[in-house]
């Protein structure tokens, strides 16, 4: 028995402080830091970073509120463009297609809830909706780890063009 243990024991001596590719140990504030780069990072470029080629669109997702952990839910603004005759200033045009966003787990083949509702941006002092600009929330990462958000354009429900925001949430 005191063999069995003294051998478990100094394989956890040997590999305890290797870092695992399934669990991915990071610094604590290594983490923070890197959510918080990104959440402050604009996303706002003039190239295309967000394509949408069949529809000849570009797409821009800013953070209103950056989930930085698995309680917040956050909130996104998104803006699509014409990818040959305008730019990520404008003018903005709305999409034929439906516009959905899926955050996604890809490491553990999940999603997330509640589902996360796009509405139309409206003009605050008119209310009149703003071509292209939506407003996506309530963004949630239910745990911490590297997610996909899924910006698709949807067509009868089913994906027609998707591009994909990666994010991680510490």
Same mark, same amino acid.
């Given at each position: %028995?005191?063999?069995? @243990?003294?051998?478990?024991?100094?394989?956890?001596?040997?590999?305890? =402080?290797?870092? #695992?590719?399934?669990?991915k140990?990071?610094? &604590?504030?290594?983490?923070?830091?890197?959510?918080? &780069?990104? &959440?402050?990072? *604009? !996303?706002? !470029? *003039?190239? =295309?970073? @967000?394509?949408?080629?069949?529809?000849?669109? =570009?797409?821009?997702?800013?953070?209103?509120? $950056?989930?930085?952990?698995?309680?917040?839910?956050g909130?996104?603004?998104?803006?699509?463009?014409?990818?040959?005759?305008? #730019?990520? $200033?404008?003018?903005?045009? !709305?999409? $034929?297609?439906?516009?959905?966003?899926?955050?996604? %787990?890809?490491? %553990?083949?999940?999603?997330?809830? *509640?589902?996360?509702?796009?509405?139309?941006?409206?003009?605050?002092?008119?209310?009149?909706?703003?071509?292209?600009? +939506? @407003?996506?929330? *309530?963004?949630? +990462?239910?745990m911490?780890?590297?997610?996909?958000?899924?910006?698709?354009?949807?067509?009868?429900?089913?994906?027609?063009?998707? $591009?994909?925001?990666?994010?991680?949430?510490?």
């Open positions: %028995m005191i063999k069995k @243990l003294t051998s478990l024991s100094a394989l956890l001596l040997a590999f305890g =402080c290797i870092e #695992s590719p399934i669990l140990h990071r610094d &604590a504030s290594q983490l923070r830091a890197i959510s918080l &780069a990104q &959440a402050a990072a *604009p !996303t706002q !470029t *003039p190239t =295309c970073d @967000l394509s949408f080629p069949t529809q000849k669109l =570009c797409a821009s997702w800013e953070w209103i509120i $950056a989930p930085l952990d698995s309680d917040t839910r909130e996104a603004r998104i803006k699509f463009w014409n990818a040959d005759t305008s #730019s990520h $200033a404008g003018p903005y045009v !709305t999409p $034929a297609e439906e516009v959905f966003v899926e955050p996604w %787990m890809t490491s %553990m083949g999940h999603g997330t809830r *509640p589902p996360v509702v796009v509405t139309p941006e409206t003009d605050p002092v008119t209310g009149a909706v703003l071509p292209g600009q +939506f @407003l996506a929330k *309530p963004v949630r +990462f239910i911490w780890g590297d997610w996909d958000i899924r910006l698709q354009l949807r067509v009868n429900q089913r994906p027609v063009s998707q $591009a994909i925001i990666p994010y991680f949430v510490p």
